[in-house]
């Protein structure tokens, strides 16, 4: 088993972990780089042995103009070719709302330390034009069944098949490993909706995501998502329903709004020669 690890989520959750502030003095104390490392070189240890790793795993990082300088100095002292930086393919597809326009992310002192750390230790893949769990799902879709596991906390990588773990952190408790079927299943607890297949797709083109500034369906919620899709036999049933309530709800020209959810939405899972990434369209299976 390989790990395929999402390094986004770690280079934030070890960056904020090695720094705090001192209760008297009200001053942000860092830790030095060196305990750092040893921080980050233990989480993944940890993550390799939760899911039986048998390889080296590989690291995922989305690419930006700083971390493009980074890769492209490393590229030269190993006598690689430098990268053109490409911003991720969903900020020209976001008519709605702007992607991710929300986010204001304070980043962690060791942000560009830590990337640089695993750009010379670790087998690293850098997305450039799309995002790092865009290659994570692609990466799973074409390797050999159950070869290959997804490392992150992030749920939305949770519609992709095949196996998955999530480290636990702070309030949230660990995923897996555990298998990921094509269809999926679909939870309501307290208001709160968890999924994985294409149930947990489908639902979100119903609630939107928050966390990256997509609407979704108007007015649609978990509650109705839930009604949906939870008891939903296949995806043909799951795009009947789930397009039924966008005709009902926009009408006309809904299908223009539909196709921006579903590409803001739905993990990249194929590559056009170019690395640019295959769009989503629904064929019917």
């Given at each position: 088993?390989?790990?395929?690890?999402?390094?986004d989520?770690?280079?934030?959750?070890?960056?904020?972990?090695?720094?705090?502030t001192?209760?008297?003095?009200g001053?942000?104390?860092?830790?030095?780089?060196?305990?750092?490392?040893?921080?980050?070189d233990?989480?993944i240890?940890e993550?390799?042995?939760e899911?039986?790793?048998?390889?080296?795993?590989?690291?995922?990082l989305?690419n930006?103009p700083?971390?493009?300088?980074?890769?492209?100095r490393?590229?030269?002292?190993?006598?690689?070719?430098p990268?053109?930086?490409?911003?991720?393919f969903?900020?020209?597809?976001?008519?709605?709302k702007?992607?991710?326009?929300?986010?204001?992310?304070?980043?962690?002192?060791?942000?560009?330390?830590?990337r640089a750390?695993?750009?010379s230790?670790?087998?690293?893949?850098?997305?450039?034009?799309?995002?790092?769990?865009?290659?994570?799902?692609?990466?799973?879709?074409?390797?050999?069944?159950?070869s290959?596991?997804?490392?992150?906390?992030?749920?939305d990588?949770?519609?992709?098949?095949?196996?998955?773990?999530?480290?636990?952190c702070?309030a949230?408790?660990?995923?897996?490993?555990?298998?990921?079927?094509?269809v999926?299943?679909?939870?309501?607890?307290?208001?709160?909706?968890?999924g994985?297949?294409?149930?947990?797709?489908?639902?979100?083109?119903?609630?939107?995501?928050?966390?990256?500034?997509?609407p979704?369906?108007?007015?649609?919620?978990p509650?109705?998502?839930?009604?949906?899709?939870a008891?939903?036999?296949?995806?043909p049933t799951?795009?009947?329903?789930?397009?039924?309530?966008?005709k009902?709800?926009?009408?006309d020209?809904w299908e223009?709004?539909?196709?921006?959810?579903?590409?803001?939405?739905?993990m990249?899972?194929?590559?056009?020669?170019?690395?640019?990434?295959?769009?989503?369209?629904?064929?019917?299976k």
């Open positions: 088993m390989k790990c395929l690890i999402d390094s989520v770690l280079v934030y959750e070890i960056g904020f972990s090695s720094q705090f001192d209760e008297e003095s001053e942000l104390v860092i830790l030095d780089f060196d305990k750092v490392a040893e921080m980050l233990q989480r240890r993550i390799e042995e899911c039986w790793s048998t390889e080296p795993s590989t690291l995922y989305t930006d700083t971390l493009n300088k980074m890769l492209n490393h590229n030269k002292a190993h006598g690689l070719p990268v053109e930086y490409k911003e991720n969903r900020v020209a597809l976001s008519v709605s702007p992607y991710k326009g929300q986010r204001k992310q304070e980043k962690p002192f060791h942000r560009d330390n830590i750390y695993m750009l230790k670790y087998d690293v893949v850098v997305a450039n034009g799309l995002e790092a769990d865009d290659l994570l799902a692609v990466h799973q879709t074409i390797a050999p069944p159950l290959t596991i997804i490392c992150t906390r992030d749920k990588l949770r519609m992709v098949q095949g196996m998955h773990y999530g480290w636990p702070g949230q408790p660990q995923f897996g490993p555990k298998q990921v079927d094509g999926g299943e679909l939870t309501l607890h307290n208001g709160k909706l968890k994985t297949g294409m149930r947990f797709f489908y639902s979100q083109l119903i609630t939107g995501d928050s966390v990256d500034n997509i979704g369906l108007p007015r649609g919620g509650v109705l998502a839930y009604g949906l899709l008891e939903a036999e296949d995806e799951m795009y009947e329903r789930v397009t039924s309530k966008y009902e709800k926009l009408g020209g223009t709004y539909f196709e921006e959810q579903v590409n803001l939405l739905h990249v899972t194929e590559l056009n020669e170019d690395g640019t990434p295959v769009l989503w369209r629904y064929n019917g």
